[in-house]
């Protein structure tokens, strides 16, 4: 299928064997931050969400190997979910976009109208959080939407509102 299928295919494996990796040592001491663990997590995660939109690609979160990628990134914001505010936020951001990439697939729009998504709202501590009217990047085939050249992707595809951004005092000094 070409270079391109081949990187793909590479992104997609790369993102569940993070995941699993994660996974595997989220309650070790050797860990990395939590802020850093959410984040690679969520990248990993919606990476395989990204490929659900490559037919060529047969990524389907319902069945193996993703269906364990995927269950296993949602445990990891579950285990984060007593230490970090911002777990909660990141699982619902994580079921918000499969629901809506979901939603399009199925009524068989085309894959670039997954943008025209109403923003939803989720809670996050002691208030409402909206998500970003910014669309997220979507794929048609194999090749994206020029708008999304040259942007950071990873900030487009979602505002990182989920992510509380609050350094504790002691890592500033």
């Known amino acids: 299928m070409g270079l391109l299928n081949d990187v793909n295919e590479l992104c997609v494996a790369t993102a569940r064997t993070v995941i699993d990796q994660v996974y595997r ?3 070790t001491v050797w860990r990395v931050s939590t802020w850093h663990t959410l984040r690679v997590t969520m990248g ?24 364990t990628a995927w269950e296993q990134a949602v445990a990891i ?4 979910v007593s230490y970090d505010i911002s777990a909660q936020g990141g699982i619902q951001a994580l079921w918000d976009y499969r629901q ?10 085309p894959l670039n109208e997954v943008s025209r998504a109403e923003p939803q709202q989720y809670s996050q501590g002691d208030g409402v959080v909206a998500e970003s009217d910014e669309a997220p990047p979507v794929m048609d085939g194999a090749s994206l939407d020029s708008q999304w050249l040259g942007g950071d992707l990873s900030q487009a595809l979602y505002d990182w509102n989920w992510l509380d951004f609050d350094i504790p005092e002691f890592m500033l000094s």
């Open 77 to 80: 914001f579950e285990y984060y």
């Open 100 to 109: 809506k990439f979901e939603a399009a697939k199925s009524r068989g729009e």
């Open 44 to 67: 990993s995660a919606t990476t395989l969400l990204a490929a659900t939109l490559i037919p060529e690609l047969n990524v389907d979160l319902n069945h193996e190997p993703n269906k």
């Open 25 to 27: 040592h989220v309650s």
